[in-house]
């Protein structure tokens, strides 16, 4: 089950965590640019450590990288009009899309996924319950 939670978490990370220009924190920064993988926790525990991936968002397209190789590309769509602020997520790895909620945070971009068919987009940046993933990125 370890495993298969792990494989999981790896196609997440290959996802877009949205690149709009008007996506901004308080301080004016947008999430365009390179993100470098903080942390990333499943039902309550780590899963991947600092450094293990790093995401380049482009305005409506992101490319993921793990150990300077490109694993995976796509797209997203963003809804900013509810809190906390949503996205769906449209891999090239995966079929269909993944539900996500995010927020730019001290310098970080905060991104908790809901996978898993039946899993529900998550309401709260919580990784402790099933079918929920936390994933915490800070700026290259």
Sequence with gaps: MRHLLTAII?????LPLMADDEAADTKGQTVQGTWVLQSAIAEG????????????????????????????????????????????????QLDGKLQAIYKLEKGQLIVCYAIGKDTMRPKAFDAGRPGVVLITYKRK
Excluded: H
Excluded at 10 to 14: A, E, Q, R
Excluded at 54 to 82: A, F, H, P, W
């Design 45 to 92: 525990s780590t899963v991947l450590t600092k450094g293990a991936a790093e995401i380049t968002l482009g305005k409506e397209t992101y490319l993921t990288r793990m150990s300077g190789n490109v694993v995976d590309k796509g797209t997203y769509i963003e809804n900013k009009n509810q809190k906390p602020w949503r996205m769906d997520l449209v891999s090239k």
């Design 10 to 14: 790896l196609l997440i990370l290959t």
